[in-house]
């Protein structure tokens, strides 16, 4: 995922830091707020939509939630109407998302609501991608270009860093993750002063954000696993072992994305990409079941609030129907984020690693996963750590999950990426 963008530069030596830092704050509060409202709005509208097609109407007409046959029908029925959103709206809804990351540069403001719409669609249709990069890319679209219009003299990455410290706020709920992906994008960067002068606007940004959303829909990672007290060598050993196979089971997705694209992108039309897509998707959400549909977070803490009553099978079949689920949702055109379905995909993972050795801790087997399979379609370190660590809720995991790190990262690093560039070519 790329964050190609960074804060505006940090004062010179000779100006004081408070004249620059404090004429921020109202801004970057304005664009938290908003930011998450946003998002927050989506979010809603997206549930009461799927509320509507996935249990008042099949109830209305006699017919099983989630049975096969519905199941089929709508996740068709999404590819056929994002396909018309991104065939007739303005910007088609945006770039290939194949080769988008998180962050980039600024949309022109007449695509957000096509965008908007065509993510909305597929949160609500099942598909299995998230709202992070539909919803940071209209933030920062509608940022940019009302913060262009109301200060031209600020520049345009100013706007561009509140927006997307923002919106990653608002989606996890703190202001730590925003700040752990900015630090990544400054590092190495030109420019004076201390990294936290850099970092004073995004970060209120973030705070404002990630407050909203807590007063107004209190989110959490909390998935109920049983907390690690008192970690030891062998928890370490598992944590290491159980990162690296989900890095490498991660992996596989990156290696066929490409493939997949290229099959997609020679129907050429939306119109045969998407409902095509849809199609495929249906048919894997029949075979995996309910739990393999939608972004993936709810369904994480349905699969982790029943540890140990899920056979190996059923949990290694979760874990490759969703793998592929969301393989063919990144390939053929669907506006959405990996981060949800992914970390889905690690807690499925970890509990099957949990089954088939049931002394490895259910803390560390799904928090380990998660770091693992987030590290190979994300590439982004410290998002993978931080949504390991919350998901365990145990602060005993943040040090054996920072030590797992090294053994996935040296095996995911130099591989192909869950991204490609404009040519179609993974990136690496």
Known sequence: MATDHAPPPPPAADENPLRILLPQVLPALVVGVVASLLFLGIEALAEELEGVLWHDLPDALGIGDYSSLWIISMLTAAGIAVGLVIWKFPGHAGPDPASEGLGGAPLAPGIVPGLLLASTLSLALGVSLGPENPIIASNVALAYWLGRKAAPAVPGAFWISLASAATIGALFGTPVAAALVLSEALTGMP??????????????????????????????FDVGLPPLTDPGWGDLLAA?????????????????????????????????MLPLGGLVLGLLGAIGGQLTLFKGLEQVKELTSSVGSWSS????????????????????????????????????????????????????????????VLLATTRQGWISLFVGAALAASPSVLALLCLASLPAWLIVTGRPQLQLDHQGHALH
Do not use: N
């Open 191 to 220: 420019g004076r002063g201390s990294l936290w002068d850099r970092l004073f606007a995004p970060l209120v940004a973030a705070g404002a954000g990630a407050m909203t959303t807590q007063l107004l829909a209190e989110p959490s």
């Open 240 to 272: 290491m072992v159980i990162a690296s196979a989900a890095a490498l089971f991660g992996l596989g997705a990156c290696y066929l994305f490409p493939y997949a694209h290229t099959v997609f992108r020679r129907l050429r039309h939306p119109m045969l």
């Open 313 to 372: 099978g059923e949990l290694a079949k979760m874990a490759v129907i969703k793998l592929l689920a969301l393989l063919v949702a990144a390939s053929c055109g669907f506006r959405g984020g990996r981060i949800f379905p992914a970390v889905f995909i690690g807690a499925a993972f970890g509990l099957l690693a949990q089954a088939l050795v049931p002394e490895v801790h259910p803390a560390v087997a799904v928090s380990s996963a998660v770091l693992g």
